[in-house]
């Protein structure tokens, strides 16, 4: 008896949906006490979730072009403070502060602040 309950309890549990939701730390990845500003074209708007990222193209001090990665919140987060996929568009000048990457060759930036200096569009994480 104790053996026919236990297999109706594991093939129940077959079809019963959980949601399970897990997250990465960002301070594993990040340096959350630091802050860097970045500032340059936007190259591509991925607007996805568990989390949406800004590629952009930096002029760095010795004039070189690096490729960043703009880790933002998610797309249904960013939906219901206004922001939609086509918030931000390729070509676009951005100013972006954030949390820089644990390793600077990543060129990595988790957003805090951003900032579209033609029309005056900004973004800051908390919202509040």
Partial sequence: MKRMVVVCVLIASC????????????????????????????????????????????????????????????AGELVAQGVTNGTLRAGDHLVITGNPSRNTTDHRVRLLRLVRPRDGYSWTWPTK
């Fill in 15 to 74: 079809f019963v949906g959980t949601t399970v939701r897990a997250h990465h730390s960002f301070a594993a990845t990040y340096l959350e006490n630091e802050s860097v500003t970045i500032e340059g074209q936007l190259v591509q708007f991925q607007f996805r979730n568990p989390h949406s990222f800004v590629q952009m193209i930096v002029r760095e001090p010795d004039g070189r072009d690096i490729r960043y990665a703009v880790e933002w919140r998610g």
